[in-house]
């Protein structure tokens, strides 16, 4: 599967499990109801969409002008630390303002999501590229 197709089954996919996640951790973690936990979770999760679109697609396109094209661990680690710090600039702004709390508190309950979806996004994409094999900017890994 390559171009768009995975683009976006690879968006869907991450997200559906994020909503579901942090659905089940903002009911855990807070005194929160199902609907404003679960409508903080669908936002987030429009805004990680359109970024997770946009980075890859810069990710990509930086990673065909790498002398190597092999997706190493250490290349793994950057884009999920590339995607997430993208993401937390985004969504600390709204986690304040739907749980009408202050910057600094949004961004530590946004941290606290960093921490975990750090280790999500490189599992899910190593078990991505694996179950759905490599773009065509990458070739086979030895891994």
């Not at 768009?4 to 996919?13: D, E, F, S």
């Not at 996640?21 to 005194?31: E, G, H, I, P, Y």
């Not at 630390?81 to 985004?90: A, N, P, R």
């Amino acid at each position: 599967m390559q171009g768009p197709q995975r683009k976006i089954v690879h968006a869907t996919l991450y997200e559906l499990i994020a909503i579901v996640v942090v659905t089940v951790a903002m009911r855990w973690l807070s005194d929160k109801g199902a609907a404003e936990a679960g409508g903080l979770a669908l936002s987030t999760s429009v805004v990680a969409l359109v970024w997770n679109m946009v980075f890859n697609t810069l990710f990509e396109a930086w990673e065909r002008r790498q002398a190597s094209l092999h997706r190493t661990v250490l290349r793994r680690v950057a884009h999920a630390i590339g995607f997430e710090g993208g993401l937390v600039v985004m969504t600390v702004p709204l986690i304040a303002w739907w749980l009408d709390m202050s910057w600094w508190q949004a961004l530590i309950t946004d941290l606290g999501l960093v921490v975990f979806f750090l280790f999500y996004t490189f599992c899910f994409n190593w078990a991505f590229d694996h179950v759905f094999g490599m773009p065509h900017s990458t070739p086979p890994s030895r891994e």
